[in-house]
């Protein structure tokens, strides 16, 4: 398997190292004899110097440039990143979930395949693997294979109930993801089962921090906050810094994906916090998501007008632009609002507030 990619990014062109944080800009001309390289061609001085640079435990001087590099071709596409559910369903049952309903579907790996190579094709250098819980996925290790043998930097995004296994930790020493975020649901035992909701996820969990923290894998942790936790929010940011990971605290909960406000319950009042001013993103211009069907939509929250990947093929991304475009300048409820400019939210989430009757205040200045 190869330890670096060189590929189109946005308008620049990029060397990146899977399962490794930086990368350096590659000049337009490195990267095109970089495309023209024969693989039995010893990598470029010029390259090992870069390499050595960034990552001095790497050195790639005299090495065969195809044992060592993968160069992504570019794309007609604007396309970078991209984010995939696996699957809905998952091994908890927490009572904050934004999914909703979490039912075990979706399409068969020969799908899976073809949409993953689609994706690629678009030019999505950097995808985040969700679910559901993506790892009890059946096809999760084959699919994960696949991506990064396309030349993807990988994200996973997990309750780490299982990553203990020695499966997927091999996987992973094969295929190193770029990060492993880990939502975090409590400090102890009594806490993190009461909000998932399952006997023995707190063993789990700490089980699978264990074993990840020992492989060295580039962990996250994202600490949920809700009633049930609230009172350990300082634990479980205590906890994160004495194993060393990175955090970030989450406290604000959404409905869900269907405009279902039944998570909302799970709202710590003390912890609703007013979010920054949002000012626009890229949604379905330079990044889009794709549900377990092969549906892709331009973020897991604005998921109208969705596009089958697999039936349209890529041509039918060529829609994407005009649905985000649409779907961020709709008013809903909020036509003639005098602080419209200055929304904390995008359009797509506060429709899903709405429908799901929440407080003004959980979503609106006006609240």
């Known amino acids: 398997m190869h330890s670096l990619i060189a590929s189109p990014f946005l308008e620049q062109h990029i060397l990146v190292r899977p399962g490794r944080r930086g990368g350096a800009l590659l000049p337009e001309q490195h990267y095109e004899e970089l495309r023209a390289l024969d693989p039995r061609e010893p990598s470029p001085d010029w390259l090992a110097e870069a390499v050595r640079g960034q990552w001095d435990d790497l050195d790639v001087t005299g090495r ?141 969990f700490v089980q699978g921090m264990n074993a990840a923290r020992s492989a060295r894998l580039p962990l996250r942790v994202s600490v949920i906050v809700t009633e049930d936790n609230a009172y350990e929010e300082q634990a479980m940011v205590d906890l994160c810094t004495s194993w060393g990971v990175d955090h970030e605290v989450y406290t604000n909960i959404t409905p869900t994906i269907y405009g279902g406000g039944e998570v909302l319950g799970a709202q710590s009042k003390e912890h609703l916090r007013m979010r920054r001013q949002f000012t626009g993103c890229n949604a379905g211009h330079t990044f889009f998501h794709m549900d377990p069907h092969g549906l892709v939509s331009i973020c897991k929250i604005g998921r109208d007008d969705q596009i089958s990947l697999p039936n349209e093929g890529i041509q039918g991304l060529a829609r994407l632009g005009a649905i985000a475009d649409r779907l961020m300048l709709r008013t809903g409820g909020c036509s003639g609002c005098q602080l419209s400019g200055a929304c904390t939210v995008c359009r797509p989430l506060a429709k899903h507030y709405q429908e799901a009757k929440a407080p003004l205040a959980s979503y609106c200045r006006h609240g």
Not at 102 to 125: I, T, W
Not at 136 to 162: E, P, Q, V
Not at 172 to 182: D, G
Request: hydrophobic content about 40%; proline content about 4%.
């Open 64 to 204: 065969p440039a195809g044992d060592v590099l993968l160069v992504r071709q570019p794309s007609t596409w604007s396309y970078s990143k991209a984010s995939w559910e696996v699957n809905l369903g998952c091994n908890y049952a927490c009572k904050h979930c934004y999914l909703g309903l979490k039912v075990q579907s979706g399409m068969a790996f020969p799908d899976k395949r073809y949409c993953l190579e689609l994706m690629a094709e678009a030019g999505v250098l950097w995808l985040q693997v969700t679910g559901g819980e993506p790892t009890i996925d059946k096809d999760f290790m084959k699919s994960w294979r696949h991506a990064y043998g396309l030349g993807m930097m990988l994200t996973l995004s997990t309750n780490g109930s299982l990553l203990w296994r020695q499966n997927l930790l091999d996987l992973f020493k094969e295929c190193p993801p770029y990060r492993v975020t880990v939502s975090m649901y409590g400090a102890t035992k009594a806490s993190y089962d009461e909000l998932t909701q399952r006997e023995g996820a707190w063993d789990l």
